[in-house]
Nanobody
Framework: VQLQACGGGLVQAGGSLRLSCAAS????????MGWFRQAPGKEREFVAA????????FYLVSVKGRFTISRDIAKNTVYLQMNSLKPEDTAVYYCAAGWGSSDSSFYSHYHKADRYNYWGQGTQVTVSS
């Protein structure tokens, strides 16, 4: 699976952005998907994850209620809608795919970056105050 993320940019605090991550290949629906972010000088952190069919979604506490993850299987694309953005959301955002074959361990480990097999190249999000 190859992943291509886009949609980042510069936005004022309180604004919105929608990130997209397009996946190549015909096995997109076989993978759970996640979004992670990494700010300068910080470790990569989990942001959101979605199960194979989209019925299970999970969020970092600080983005819950502001961010929404979704997926369009027909378009092989996962989205991250980000509303009410804050300066602390500034980071490079990465999409990732993992847990093929509906591996149920996803529900316990969705927040762990090392459990994802494929990564996109990252897209910069900058929120100004």
């Amino acid at each position: 699976v190859q992943l291509q993320a886009c949609g980042g940019g510069l936005v004022q605090a309180g604004g919105s952005l929608r990130l997209s991550c397009a996946a190549s290949g015909r096995t997109f629906s076989s993978y759970a998907m996640g979004w992670f972010r990494q700010a300068p000088g910080k470790e990569r952190e989990f942001v959101a994850a979605i199960s194979w069919g989209g019925d299970g979604t999970f969020y970092l506490v600080s983005v819950k209620g502001r961010f929404t993850i979704s997926r369009d299987i027909a378009k092989n694309t996962v989205y991250l809608q980000m509303n009410s953005l804050k300066p602390e959301d500034t980071a490079v955002y990465y999409c990732a795919a993992g847990w093929g074959s509906s591996d149920s361990s996803f529900y316990s480990h969705y927040h762990k970056a090392d459990r994802y097999n494929y990564w996109g190249q990252g897209t910069q999000v900058t929120v100004s105050s």
